[in-house]
């Protein structure tokens, strides 16, 4: 049982250039979370899908777009990348009535 | 939207002292509160979570309690050992009873001293 799988794990990019980072998970979960992880800050919410077809806003959503492709897979785009978007990403997903938020193992995303 | 704010940020203790961190929440609509450790380099994983109808639960040496009205929860780790050294974050969300976001605190570094 693989859990919550994100690729890739690490990344590098130039200022300015767009990537998709990838997240799926098999234990038939509704909901799916998108978090960056930046030092003293905790994880901050980008995006989270309450269900298939449902996609919203969470604290720091400005320069990211996501889709969830189906019930499986939840995608992080950056458009445009900036310095200020280097950060751990780490995608979640949970049941409703679990609740329980089980993440991927995260993003290393170097912006420069 | 709901805000949650945790402390201290950073905790050193005796090993086999006892260890508390604070959060408050924002939203009274929130019914779920679960508390995350995450070692160095690992991704956070739940170790207890309290419901609203529920004040206090207990796991062994983790602890939570919940005073809804005051709109704060704690986590209490008794007799601290050394792999209890990481980062524990708090949260809340509305989940128990419909899906929605999951809003964490930013993280207590808690340090077990031998």
């Known amino acids: 049982n693989a859990g919550v799988t994100q690729t890739p794990k690490f990344q590098v990019l130039k200022t300015g250039q767009s990537m998709t980072l990838q997240c799926a998970q098999d234990?038939?979960?509704?909901?799916m979370y998108w978090y960056r992880q930046d030092p003293g800050m905790g994880l901050r919410l980008i995006y989270y899908?309450?269900?298939?077809?449902?996609?919203d806003k969470g604290e720091v959503p400005n320069g990211y777009n996501v889709s969830r492709l189906n019930k499986r897979e939840f995608s992080l785009r950056l458009e445009s990348a900036a310095p200020s978007q280097t950060s751990v990403y780490f995608c979640?997903?949970?049941?409703?009535?679990?609740?329980?938020?089980?993440f991927g193992q995260g993003t290393r995303l170097t912006v420069v | 939207g709901e805000n949650v704010e945790q402390h201290p940020s950073t905790l050193s203790v005796q090993e086999g002292d006892s260890a508390v961190i604070k959060c408050t929440y924002s939203?009274?609509?929130?019914?779920?509160f679960p508390w995350y450790k995450q070692e160095l380099g690992k991704r956070p994983q739940l170790i207890i979570d309290?419901?609203?109808?529920?004040g206090e639960k207990k796991d062994q040496r983790i602890a939570v309690t919940l005073n809804k009205t005051a709109k704060h929860f704690s986590l209490h780790i008794t007799e601290t050992q050394p792999e209890d050294s990481a980062v524990y974050f708090c949260?809340?969300?509305?989940?128990?009873?419909?899906?929605?976001?999951?809003?964490f605190g930013s993280g207590t570094r808690l340090s077990i001293r031998p």
């Open positions: 949260a809340a969300s509305m989940g128990y009873s419909s899906a929605s976001k999951i809003i």
């Open positions: 234990m038939n979960h509704n909901s």
């Open positions: 309290i419901r609203s109808n529920v």
């Open positions: 899908s309450a269900s298939e077809g449902t996609t």
């Open positions: 979640a997903s949970s049941s409703l009535e679990g609740t329980e938020a089980f």
């Open positions: 939203d009274s609509a929130s019914n779920y």
